[in-house]
């Protein structure tokens, strides 16, 4: 008896031990929770570095088109004041008032840079001159416009003259042509101070004539070299 008891007692023990313990479902359950809670609080860092990152850019684009629109400003500005500059030269010269001023060769030279557009170049000089009121252009204007003409006659052959002489090759060329644009300079001036004097009432046709027709042979050389370089020689000049 005593060892059937012992039997019933091994089985049970051995019943129990082989047994698998009941999963903790609770705690599952909440690790779950705490991994979701975790993804979740990843996400929200994600998130808000994301909302840090577009506000920086969309700062950053202010301050940018804050910076253009300065510069738009600036430039606005830059073009009324001189907007107002040729403005009140144009004025000056409609009541015959002076408008050009004295200036050394090397500063209003049209030589340096390419072939092609001396004529344009050689008319700025003179572009505060009222071309529609010739009769009332300043005597010290007209002084000044001849003045152009002699010191590029005097740079002509002082200067373009031996230096044309003593190049060799691509730099003679460019020198030769610097030179024609300088003669398109000089008789601009010529044929400018010949109509502003006929305007006046003084008889120059003849001359004015013959000098045009330089004036045209000059540009039309000019503009064969259309876009090559052009190269000018240093002088010692002043109108």
């Known amino acids: 008896?005593?060892?059937?008891?012992?039997?019933?007692?091994l089985a049970l023990v051995m019943l129990v031990v082989s047994?698998?313990?009941?999963?903790?479902?609770?705690?599952?359950?909440?690790?779950?929770?705490?991994?979701?809670?975790?993804?979740d609080s990843k996400d929200d860092s994600k998130n808000s570095k994301a909302e840090s990152a577009d506000s920086k850019g969309d700062s950053k684009d202010s301050k940018d088109d804050s910076k253009k629109s300065k510069d738009d400003s600036k430039d606005v500005k830059a073009e009324s004041a001189d907007s107002k500059g040729d403005s009140k030269n144009a004025g000056a010269?409609?009541?015959?008032?002076?408008?050009?001023?004295?200036?050394?060769y090397n500063d209003f030279e049209?030589?340096?840079g390419v072939a092609g557009k001396a004529e344009e170049e050689a008319t700025a000089l003179f572009k505060d001159i009222n071309r529609n009121n010739l009769a009332a252009t300043s005597e010290e204007d007209l002084k000044r416009i001849k003045a152009v003409h002699d010191v590029?006659?005097?740079?002509?052959?002082?200067a373009f003259n031996p230096a044309v002489k003593s190049a060799t090759g691509p730099d003679a060329e460019a020198i030769?042509?610097?030179?024609?644009?300088?003669?398109?300079?000089k008789l601009e001036a010529t044929v400018l101070a010949l109509q502003i004097e006929e305007a006046k009432g003084k008889n120059v046709a003849d001359k004015l004539a013959v000098e045009e027709k330089k004036l045209k042979k000059n540009i039309s050389l000019d503009i064969e070299k259309a876009g090559k370089p052009t190269k000018g020689v240093p002088f010692d000049g002043t109108t």
């Open 152 to 158: 590029a006659e005097d740079a002509e052959v002082e």
């Open 176 to 185: 030769q042509a610097g030179k024609i644009k300088n003669k398109v300079l």
């Open 110 to 112: 049209i030589s340096d």
């Open 19 to 39: 047994s698998p313990l009941p999963k903790n479902d609770s705690a599952d359950g909440d690790s779950k929770d705490l991994k979701a809670e975790s993804k």
């Open 1 to 9: 008896m005593k060892f059937l008891s012992l039997i019933i007692v």
């Open 93 to 104: 010269a409609a009541a015959g008032a002076s408008v050009l001023k004295s200036q050394k």
